[in-house]
């Protein structure tokens, strides 16, 4: 009798489950199309797959409400300087899709924001958290409300490996650099890895490779080298991938 009510149980919840997962793929294709359309400015789209009643909600500018009010602030915003590119990018592993009832969808999760700007490499320049409720019109999915919320930084997270240099070679990076912007550079040597201050500033520094360095505290970049023709050893620092100070040994 049990094994009865268990196979009558699993016809009866079997068809939901089928719905649910059609109903995933459904709304993950059709965020994936809106974030897409985000990302290239295209309006258009955009416009196809939100509700004319949708709402904006952002931690930093407040509520936007209607379609022509969000597409307007996006083509005023974002979109409105050419030399400026902003892409929008989900973190895959942090996306999650919630079936509600009513034809109604969540996709949750944390979002980065990359920007490119005249013409310079284009650099990661922060996440925040995100909810987008969906709701299913006229056999379509469109969006209703955007939630972006507790934007800040991306915390930084180091390479997991690293190389391990002879003492010899860090020694030769030892000594006291003149930076353009930030002044004095101090490196030194600590056990296996280097240590450098300037100002404020006091980060280890673990080798990538025989020249180059990573800071295990913060993004930052740092590249040394060697004499040329009798000129100064030189150090350069890159954040976010972009020169940020050049340094020439004492």
């Known amino acids: 009798m049990i094994r009865r009510l268990l196979a009558i149980a699993s016809l009866c919840v079997a068809p939901i489950v089928a719905i649910a997962a059609d109903d995933e793929q459904a709304v993950r ?14 309006m258009r789209t955009m416009g196809e797959l939100l509700t004319d009643d949708v709402e904006f909600y952002h931690d930093k500018t407040g509520l936007t409400a209607s379609k022509a009010a969000v597409l307007d602030s996006l083509r005023k915003g974002p979109c409105a300087d050419p030399s400026m590119r902003l892409r929008r990018e989900a973190v895959d592993a942090n996306l999650r899709f919630h079936p509600l009832a009513g034809g109604f969808a969540l996709l949750t999760g944390t979002h980065r924001f990359y920007v490119q700007q005249g013409g310079k490499p284009e650099h990661l320049d922060g996440q925040a958290e995100f909810i987008d409720l969906w709701q299913s019109v006229d056999g379509h999915w469109r969006m209703r409300r955007i939630l972006s919320y507790a934007h800040g930084p991306v915390p930084y997270t180091p390479p997991a490996t690293h190389i391990t240099l002879p ?3 860090l020694a030769a990076y030892a000594g006291t650099y003149a930076g353009q912007k930030v002044g004095e550079i101090r490196v030194t040597v ?9 100002g404020p500033l006091a980060v280890t520094l673990q080798a990538e490779s025989p020249a180059r360095f990573f800071a295990v505290e913060r993004d930052l970049r740092f590249e040394f080298a060697a004499p ?11 954040e976010n991938g972009a020169i940020a100070e050049t340094a020439v040994a004492r």
């Not at 294709?29 to 295209?42: H, L, P």
Request: charged share 20%; aromatic share 10%.
């Open 167 to 169: 003492p010899a070679a």
């Open 190 to 198: 600590e056990g296996d890895h280097l240590r450098l201050t300037a």
């Open 29 to 42: 294709a059709a965020d994936a199309r809106y974030w897409q359309a985000y990302n290239a400015c295209d």
């Open 228 to 238: 040329v023709n009798g000129s100064p050893r030189t150090l350069t620092v890159y």
